[in-house]
C-alpha cells in the first residue's frame, strides 16, 4: 500500500487553443506520448488552453487535484512570451496555488525559451 504522504507529480501542458478541432487533438496526443513514456517521473499528465478548448488551465489543475497530485508541475506549449506565457498562466496558477495552499506548483519556461531550441530549428530547416 502506498503512503499517502508520498508526493505524487502532475503535469499540465498548457497550449493556446483553436477553433481547429484537429489541432486540439494534437495537444491530447502529444500528452498521451509525454504519459507514455518510460523516462517520465510524472504520475498525470493532461492538456489544457487558455482560448477556445477545454480543458481550460484552472479545469486541468483540478483534474491533477482529483487524481491527488500534490505538485503540479506547467508547462507552457507557447513559442513566443507573449501576454498568456507572461500574465495569463502565471495569474491562474497564483489564483489556484491560493485556492489550493497544499498543492505545490512549478511554472516551466515556455518551449520557445529553452536552450536547445535553436539547435532543433537548425536539424529541420
Known amino acids: ?18 477553433r481547429h478541432l484537429e489541432s ?3 495537444i491530447f496526443l502529444l500528452t498521451k506520448q509525454l504519459q507514455s513514456l518510460k523516462k517520465n517521473s510524472y504520475a498525470y499528465v493532461n492538456a489544457a488552453f487558455l482560448e477556445f478548448a477545454h480543458p481550460n488551465l484552472p479545469e486541468a489543475i483540478e483534474q491533477q ?23 495569463d498562466i502565471p495569474a ?19 518551449l520557445g525559451a529553452h ?9 529541420c530547416v
Open 1 to 18: 500500500m502506498k503512503n499517502q504522504n508520498t508526493i505524487q507529480q502532475g503535469l499540465v501542458f498548457v497550449a493556446h487553443g483553436s
Open 24 to 26: 486540439n487533438e494534437h
Open 65 to 87: 487535484i482529483e487524481h491527488r497530485i500534490s505538485q503540479v508541475t506547467v508547462f507552457p506549449y507557447f513559442l513566443s512570451a507573449g501576454a498568456h506565457v507572461t500574465q
Open 92 to 110: 491562474i496558477i497564483h489564483s489556484l496555488s491560493e485556492k489550493y495552499p497544499t498543492v505545490t506548483f512549478k511554472l516551466l519556461s515556455h
Open 115 to 123: 536552450p536547445d531550441i535553436l539547435a532543433f530549428i537548425s536539424q
